[in-house]
């Protein structure tokens, strides 16, 4: 186990006006496997991420740091891993597991909308079943800030919920069609605002489970860093 010590106080809690789970983070992780979203999934999404070692990754609404932690793993010692969340309880949950498991991910508090690092700091960045939790403006700011952060060519993997894929998910999904955070998900329109946001090219990598996808969008190659959303 790391002798890494813990912070007592992690700081002002960044504002958001996107969901944060902090009630759930004592149980999160158990919920998420209960509900098939265990190793296999997390196995999934950093094998579409084709991470190297030495590569630098955010994790964008890392929850508990299941995915940050394991991303470490793939870019071993000469890479940096962060992981941001707007719930300290489930901060605080991800710094304690990985001094647990020893693991070198880094872990803050913070919101995709104003995400506290340098233009063109990252190779890669995940948003993990986390967008539909974001009003629509500030999924469109939160995915200006990630394609601000990363490299040129850099990718992000977002894994989301996407238009239905059988008539059932339809009928058990409807609902969310009448909340703003999720309903651009139930509509099928994630790539479009990827595109939106300037990334080129934007991929569907896999799908899960009949309602979410795993898409791959690229920062261009062209060293044209959009300035931040940042006011």
């Known amino acids: 186990m790391s002798d890494r010590p813990l912070p007592q106080s992690l700081g002002p809690t960044p504002a958001t006006r996107g969901l944060t789970l902090n009630w759930m983070a004592p149980f999160y992780d158990r919920v998420c496997r209960a509900m098939g979203l265990g190793p296999a999934f997390r196995e999934r999404t950093v094998g579409i991420a084709a991470l190297r070692p030495g590569e630098s990754v955010l994790d964008v609404g890392c929850g508990t740091g299941v995915l940050t932690r394991r991303a470490a793993q793939d870019v071993g010692a000469a890479g940096t891993v962060w992981g941001i969340d707007p719930a300290p309880d489930m901060i605080r949950v991800a710094l304690r597991n990985a001094a647990a498991e020893d693991s070198p991910a880094r872990f803050k508090p913070g919101v995709i909308e104003e995400i506290a690092f340098e233009d063109a700091s990252f190779d890669a960045a995940f948003a993990s079943l986390m967008l539909h939790h974001l009003p629509p403006d500030v999924k469109r700011a939160g995915l200006r800030e990630v394609r601000r952060v990363l490299k040129p060519g850099g990718r992000l993997v977002v894994v989301d919920l996407d238009r239905p894929r059988h008539p059932l998910w339809w009928l058990l999904l409807w609902p969310l069609r009448f909340h703003d955070g999720p309903s651009e998900n139930i509509e099928g329109r994630i790539p479009g605002l990827l595109t939106e946001s300037g990334f080129d ?30 006011k």
């Open 201 to 230: 090219p934007v991929s569907v990598a896999d799908h899960w489970a009949g309602f979410v996808t795993f898409w791959v969008a690229r920062a261009p190659a062209a060293a044209s860093v959009p300035a931040s959303s940042r």
